[in-house]
Nanobody
Framework: QVQLVESGGGLVQPGGSLRLSCAAS????????VGWYRQAPGKERELVAS???????NYADSTKGRFAISRNVPMTTVYLQMNNLKPEDTAVYYC?????????WGQGTQVTVSS
């Protein structure tokens, strides 16, 4: 089993920054990558960014150049640095950890971008 716990969400003005954290515990050796997803009201959940255990990153086109994903070496913590936030970034952000047997999700953290 793997547990994923997100933190760091909140209310920020347009153009502001936030850093989200995903704390992973349990059998994290089963995870080869960790990703951040988001879901806005009335929309489907979408990939924001992901990072492999080896450090390879992948970003959605809408977040390239503004968001940066990183992790510590044990991959017990994965960060999402979000800069130049826009109102359309408002969503619940979820941490995602795919394993051979199942995909793990955190409970989500709300990010609201509004003036």
């Amino acid at each position: 089993q793997v547990q994923l716990v997100e933190s760091g969400g909140g209310l920020v003005q347009p153009g502001g920054s936030l850093r989200l954290s995903c704390a992973a515990s349990g059998q994290i050796f089963m995870l080869n990558s960790v990703g951040w997803y988001r879901q806005a009201p009335g929309k489907e959940r979408e990939l924001v960014a992901s990072i492999t255990r080896g450090g390879r990153t992948n970003y959605a086109d809408s977040t390239k150049g503004r968001f940066a994903i990183s992790r510590n070496v044990p991959m017990t913590t994965v960060y999402l640095q979000m800069n130049n936030l826009k109102p359309e970034d408002t969503a619940v952000y979820y941490c995602n950890g795919p394993s051979p047997s199942r995909t793990y999700w955190g409970q989500g953290t709300q990010v609201t971008v509004s003036s």
